[in-house]
Nanobody, 115 residues
Framework: QVQLVESGGGLVQAGGSLRLSCEAS????????VGWYRQAPGKQRELVAR???????NYADSVKGRFTISRDNAKNTVYLQMNSLKPEDTAVYYC?????????WGKGTLVTVSS
């Protein structure tokens, strides 16, 4: 059974940092690209960062220079280091792994940035 479990969210002041983790079980994270998405209240889910199986990365313009995606294959975990957080980064953050036509999602972790 494939599971993605996010952790590391919480309440932080603007300018602070958090590191999110996405631990996978039942499937190797190297099988395909893993993405971090977020969904703020009343808004659509959006892609924040993505890392491919070859470790290429891409980021949403809104987080470039502040967020870094990485992974530890030995731990089967993908991380999202978030620095210089802003109130507009407040959202539920989800990780995603797509295998063929199946999208796997975690349940999300809430990040709240206070001004």
């Amino acid at each position: 059974q494939v599971q993605l479990v996010e952790s590391g969210g919480g309440l932080v002041q603007a300018g602070g940092s958090l590191r999110l983790s996405c631990e996978a079980s039942g499937i190797p994270i190297t099988i395909n690209a893993v993405g971090w998405y977020r969904q703020a209240p009343g808004k659509q889910r959006e892609l924040v960062a993505r890392i491919t199986s070859a470790s290429s990365t891409n980021y949403a313009d809104s987080v470039k220079g502040r967020f870094t995606i990485s992974r530890d294959n030995a731990k089967n975990t993908v991380y999202l280091q978030m620095n210089s957080l802003k109130p507009e980064d407040t959202a539920v953050y989800y990780c995603n792994l797509k295998v063929l036509v199946i999208d796997y999602w975690g349940k999300g972790t809430l990040v709240t940035v206070s001004s």
